[in-house]
């Protein structure tokens, strides 16, 4: 089962991994972030910009120190998935973000 990274020390924010996807699955072809599968939350208290993706809770994987994974429990307490809208909106694992990311910020992890 394929996995995406996040770094979270590496992410700008620079939201090119929300333009890639936009562009690649909306069926206009448009850039749309808001059809994007991942999301940039800027947390600004924190000084935090973690990218969010809108699949299954233990495909993805965030990494800071020390090393932070997001599971089914976790993921449950976890507000931000309302930022995807619609709600069926899932990622395919294309990796089309992971290939634009200019910062090495995501990565796929193959079994």
Not at 38 to 52: A, C, Q, S, Y
Not at 72 to 77: G, H, I, Q, Y
């Amino acid at each position: 089962m394929k996995k995406i990274r996040v770094d979270i020390d590496k992410c700008t924010g620079c939201r090119t991994c929300e333009t890639i996807c936009s562009l690649t699955h909306d069926d206009r072809a448009t850039i749309n972030p808001r059809k994007a599968r991942i999301r940039i939350f800027k947390d600004d208290k924190e000084g935090v910009n973690l990218p969010l993706i809108a699949r299954s809770p233990n495909q993805i994987e965030y990494v800071k120190a020390p090393t932070i994974t997001i599971d089914e429990k976790t993921c449950n307490t976890v507000q931000f998935w309302s930022l995807f809208k619609p709600a069926d909106v899932e990622c395919n694992f294309c990796t089309n973000c992971v290939t634009w990311c200019i910062t090495d910020a995501l990565t796929l992890v193959e079994p």
